[in-house]
């Protein structure tokens, strides 16, 4: 009985192995290349989409955050920016490269409750979790998840 298990379990684990779905997280390099770069004086940065507030830039890195895969993207605020009450389905790995964003937890959450994150802060925000973010000017953050990435506002803003 054993044998006829262990024979059943490779026969499924070869069947897996065949699947033609790209692993989840694994970049897609064109033939010859190595490696994926950005260099800082040519990202290129574009305003936000409209469902984000109007003050921002976004500049996609790697993969794209509205395909199901990992993807990185960089968030500008050349002005103040706030993002009211907002969830995400999915966890968000946040890093601060420069400037101060304040981040606080639940509807009714204010700015005086905020934890405040500066450059090389690292936090990730909890999928489901509904949360508030106070972007200063000048700030910089680098997003990576797993897409598609999607913001639901918890009221109009």
Known sequence: ????????LLG??????GCSKPELGVAKFADGQVQHVVSAK?????SCPPHLPKNCEIAIL???PKQPDMFTVRFRAPEE?????HTHPKDERVT???GTVRVAFG???TREEARVFGPGDYYINKRGAVHKVWIEKGAVLQITGIGPWEVHFVDKH
């Open 1 to 8: 009985m054993r044998k006829l298990t262990g024979i059943i």
């Open 12 to 17: 499924l684990a070869a069947g897996a192995a």
């Open 42 to 46: 040519d990202i290129p940065w574009k």
């Open 62 to 64: 790697s993969g794209h």
């Open 81 to 85: 920016m706030y993002m009211s009450a």
């Open 96 to 98: 601060l490269l420069q």
């Open 107 to 109: 509807e009714g959450a």
